[in-house]
């Protein structure tokens, strides 16, 4: 049970503010404890543990810390991981219960006004908000909340310690089922503080209730109950002094109990008769005794005792006997004895705490009905203990030693309870008890409750014990008894008489018990037909019943497992901020915390199960991190060697590892922060790593599947267009196949491609000249006729063109070519080759004729002229000269000289080689005497003089193209020849036989 010691948190949070675990405390002294307690409540952080007890200071101020947001972050959060608050221990609690279906109980310890109650009611609301929740649910829990303020109302009162003390203990066990599901509740209430009905201290206030009836009840239900609206105006209220009271709504809280009476099913009947019974003890606080002369009391008010013999529905003649007289038994005979004033007074106020006691107790009853679970599955419970604080004044009555026993007891109870859980736990985990040194209060319990030694016993006897018996006497007996007790002291206070022995007997005479049993109010004669009126048995005292109650408790709260809530008052003006050190100690020191943390540190500070050790710090070793894959205890055992623990700093347990001081936990847990920060950029570097990488590979799919669907679109378009060229091609082969055919649906597309194909083609390469007679296409078959008609057309176009693009110079030139072409045409070798040489007017323009020549040959019109090579007769030897076409003759001329004339009409003809020289012979007439022979001549331009020649003198006929040899006449009678050959190079020369010899290069061959 004490779950972990949960305490990691605390670590985390030390050099904070103070310490959240006080275990942890270096030393355990007091002034440490102190010192941390109050630098937390400084700064408003009123929690703080002793490992799983949790400490609260009374911050005498609304913190912002119960909302709902606040609770919402404890829920299900291990203890160590949030800073202490006393949801986290509700919500472990619930936890523990739930996973190992076992009960438990909170127990609120503290003086009066430390904050038990509050604390209670922090933990209800918390179970409220936390647990799961259905409408049938809700309504048991709005019960179980609104008892509360019902209870509070008739139970707590404005004391000098709290103005709003629990003046009755109370222990409510809230029911869960195996679902954590919150499905009733039952209370157990103790001792209420009956006294106070009828008197209040200087300062304080009676019961709640009577105040909210009193300012808060409506017109009409005051005047039912004939109550005027002012407090002062009733005994029972007026004697502290302080009715009213400023931290105190009694209007509003009228309204909340009202409400709540509602909801915890008590209907209007019982309501009434409830505050007919509040009002009854208002009227009997203000009926007054006088005495007659006798010195017997009488009753000096009729009318208050009226509205109570009213209220209750009893006679009021009886009810004004027994409060007056004593019903005394004498041999049989029922004999009347008048009262004094005090013990009528007595009588009065025995009847007023009896109605109140007695009413309370129903109430209570009321209460667990409302909030009973008939279900008889199996439940677990947590119970919360929130009893009446230790209070100590000026003047204790009975009330402040049930009070304080009860405290005791319960102090008693804690220590078994933890030094017990803690030596169970040594030992479970094998391990050496060092026993610790603590205060046992068991010796002060068994002072007060020993059978027949113990005060308790001794106030009995007291009671019991026939003749005078006072206070006074009580206390010789207590002193006489057990004087030498170390925890006894006395104090006489002579003249203050507080009745302890009166309210241990709590007596209520015979003659008024008889009277209000038969009340008409149903709530005061359920409370009172229980008590038999004929038992002659005493009753046993109010301080026994009270004793076995505690005793019960005990036994329930033993069965159970223990939390602890220990709630410190941090002063007594009840000031916010304010921390009263002689205060805090002396509450430090009397709820033995000192004690517990001493208990609770026994050896070793820290504690903690393997696995969770190990979890925590094992990135301290690179052993156990990241992984530790054997025994837990093992990787424990590794890891505080790697960390240097030495031997006697800790032991190994059985399921934990047992730390002895603080110091070795802290240098591990601030390793452990280093570490935490390494570890974390690490893991951030790696995540963000991991996020980077997962955005890449999220693109990386997205490329993937635009590619991929990019690629399907491709290939449907590349299959669409393939299954196009198929189509295509299957129709072009089968055009082609069927080309030979008329134009049918098979070929007809094919024919038209072929037929523009071979337009096309035909268009970028036509015959560019006449000439060309090659570059013609040649046609498909179709197209053959077509081709041919076009060919023609072509042609019959460019010889128009070139035709009209001929001048009448261009004209003369073709004409005279034409002459040269049916001369030389196939006869002379270097004639193509001259065919594309344009023919010219004159070589030799008359400029460069001799002016002596000129004049002599002007009359006959030069046509032509031309320089010429002239070869010798006789040596042929070969002479440049100026040859000049004329009218009539052809003339020989160097420079000024005219050498030779030939006339036309001599020239017999004339001789070229079939080869590419440019010889020519002129074959003279022989009957001229004055010629000189042939004329041997060679000329550059030979087809142009030679043309020109025969056109001047009409020698076409006369031009012969010779092969071999030409014979030539160098005089009259004398022969010779020029004979012609080919060679690589041209040459003229005198050949041995005397012929000139004249060597031709080849024609190129075109
Ligand atoms: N946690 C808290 N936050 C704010 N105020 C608190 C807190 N706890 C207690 N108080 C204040 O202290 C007053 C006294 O508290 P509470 O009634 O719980 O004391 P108690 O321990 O039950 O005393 P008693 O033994 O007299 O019943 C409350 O009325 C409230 O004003
Ligand atoms: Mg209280």
Request: aromatic share 10%.
């Amino acid at each position: 049970m004490q779950g972990q010691l949960d305490m990691e948190g605390a670590l985390t949070a030390r050099d904070q503010v103070g310490i959240q675990d006080f275990v942890l405390l270096d030393e355990t002294t007091e002034a440490a404890f102190l010192s941390n307690l109050k630098k937390r409540f400084s700064r408003d952080l009123i929690y703080t543990y002793i490992g799983t007890l949790l400490v609260s200071v009374n911050p005498y101020k609304d913190l912002d810390i119960y909302n709902k947001k606040e609770m919402e972050l404890y829920m299900g959060v291990n203890f160590f991981e949030l800073p202490p608050h006393i949801y986290a221990l509700a919500d472990n609690a619930y936890h523990t219960m739930l996973a190992e279906f076992n009960n438990h109980f909170i127990l609120i310890s503290g003086e009066s006004g430390a904050g038990k109650t509050e604390a209670s009611k922090k933990i209800l609301q918390y179970y409220a908000v936390s647990c799961p929740s259905t409408t049938l649910l809700n309504t048991v829990r709005d019960k179980m909340l609104m008892s509360n303020p019902v209870l509070e109302a008739f139970g707590n009162a404005k004391t000098l310690k709290n103005d709003n003390s629990s003046r009755f203990g109370k222990y409510m066990d809230i029911q869960f089922d195996s679902q954590g599901d919150a499905v009733g509740g039952h209370i157990l209430n103790y001792l209420l503080e009956k006294s106070r009905v009828v008197h209040q201290n200087h300062g304080e206030r009676n019961f709640h209730i009577f105040y909210q009836l009193v300012e808060g009840g409506e017109e009409d239900l005051l005047h039912q109950l004939g109550l005027h609206r002012d407090c002062q105006h009733y005994n029972y209220l007026t004697q502290g002094e302080c009715a009213i009271v400023s931290s105190i709504n009694d209007r509003n809280d009228w309204k909340t109990v009202k409400n709540a009476l509602q909801i915890i099913n008590i209907d209007e009947i019982n309501t009434n008769h409830l505050f007919g019974i509040v009002a009854s003890v208002l009227h009997l606080g203000n009926v007054q005794f006088d005495s007659n002369s006798k010195g017997h009391a009488l009753l000096n008010n009729n009318s208050e005792l009226r509205w109570v013999s009213n209220l209750l529905g009893v006679d009021a003649h009886r009810l004004q006997e027994g409060l007056t007289y004593r019903k005394i038994e004498a041999r049989k005979d029922l004999v009347l004895s008048p009262f004094t004033i005090d013990h009528a007074i007595y009588a009065r106020d025995a009847l007023a705490k009896a109605l109140y006691g007695q009413t309370f107790t129903w109430l209570v009853k009321r209460i667990n009905e409302s909030m009973e679970n008939k279900d008889p599955s199996r439940k677990t419970v947590i119970g919360l203990l929130d009893i009446y604080g230790f209070e100590v004044f000026y003047v204790n009555s009975f009330e402040q030693f049930c009070i304080n026993y009860c405290n005791e007891k319960l102090q008693q109870l804690f220590i078994q309870l933890t030094l017990k859980a803690e030596q169970e736990e040594y030992e479970a985990e094998g391990i050496e008890w060092e026993p610790v040194q603590f205060f046992n209060n068991k010796i002060i319990c068994d002072l007060i409750e020993e059978k027949h030694r113990g005060i308790i016993s001794i106030m009995d006897e007291e009671c019991l014990r026939p003749g005078d018996v006072t206070d006074l006497t009580f206390l010789e007996r207590l002193e006489e008894k057990m004087g030498n007790h170390p925890h006894f002291v006395t104090h006489k206070l002579a003249d203050k008489m507080t009745r302890f022995l009166d309210k241990n007997n709590d007596l209520l005479y015979r003659n008024i018990k008889d009277l209000i049993c038969q009340s008409k109010n149903a709530i005061v004669r359920e409370c009172f037909s229980t008590v038999d009126p004929d038992s002659r048995r005493r009753p046993e005292t109010v301080a026994t019943q009270f004793k076995s109650s505690l005793l019960k408790l005990t036994e329930i709260l033993m069965a159970k497992e223990a939390w602890y809530i220990r709630c410190l008052k941090s002063n007594e003006m009840k000031q916010p901020g304010q921390l009263d050190e002689t205060l805090i100690r002396h509450q430090v020191k009397y709820l033995g915390l000192m004690e517990h943390l001493r208990v609770r540190r026994a050896g070793f500070a820290y504690r903690r199960k393997y696995e969770i050790f190990l979890k925590r710090y094992k990135p301290l070793c690179p052993a156990t991190w990241p992984h530790w894959r054997g025994v837990p205890a093992e990787g424990v055992e590794v890891l505080v060697q790697h960390l240097g623990y030495l031997p006697n700093e800790y032991k190994m347990g059985r399921t934990k590892i047992f730390i002895r001081h603080p110091r070795t936990l802290y240098a591990t847990e601030d390793a452990y922060e280093k570490c935490k920060h390494e570890l974390a950029t690490r893991l951030q570097a790696k995540y963000r790593g991991y996020r980077a990488k997962g955005e890449f590979r999220k693109q990386k799919e997205a490329a993937t599947k635009i590619e991929t669907c990019w690629r399907g679109v491709q290939a449907r378009k590349e299959r669409e267009k393939r299954a196009w060229a198929v189509k295509v091609i299957k129709k072009f082969i089968k055009g082609y196949m069927t080309r030979g055919q008329l134009k049918n649906t098979d070929n007809s597309e094919y024919l038209a491609f072929v037929r523009q194909n071979y337009l096309n083609r035909l268009k970028n390469n036509l015959p560019k000249t006449v000439l060309d007679k090659t570059t013609w296409q040649s046609p498909p078959a179709v197209l053959t006729e077509t081709s041919e008609i076009l060919r023609k057309l072509h042609y019959r176009l460019m010889v128009r063109k070139y035709v009209r693009g001929i001048t009448p110079q261009k004209k003369a030139q073709l004409q005279m070519k034409l002459v040269t072409s049916s001369i030389f045409k196939g006869k002379k070798d270097s004639y193509p080759q001259s065919v594309a040489q344009p023919f010219v007017n004159t070589r030799i323009s008359e400029q460069d004729i001799n002016m002596r020549v000129l004049q002599t040959i002007r009359n006959e019109h030069i046509k032509y002229s031309v320089p010429v090579i002239k070869y010798d007769r006789n040596g042929f030897k070969p002479r440049p000269r100026q040859l000049i076409l004329t009218q009539t003759a052809a003339y020989v001329i160097e420079e000024a000289k005219i050498k030779q004339r030939v006339l036309y009409t001599t020239l017999k003809g004339i001789s070229v080689s079939n080869l590419t020289d440019g010889m020519i012979v002129f074959h003279i007439t022989d009957g001229d005497p004055k010629q000189k022979g042939d004329l041997i001549m060679q000329c550059d331009h030979l087809f142009e003089f030679l043309t020109k020649l025969s056109l001047i003198a009409n020698k076409q006929n006369a031009i012969k193209v010779v092969q071999g040899s030409i014979k030539i006449e160098i005089q009259a009678g004398k022969e010779s020849a020029v004979d012609f050959s080919t060679g690589l190079e041209p040459m003229v020369y005198k050949a041995k036989n005397g012929h000139l010899m004249v060597v031709a290069t080849r024609a190129r061959t075109r």
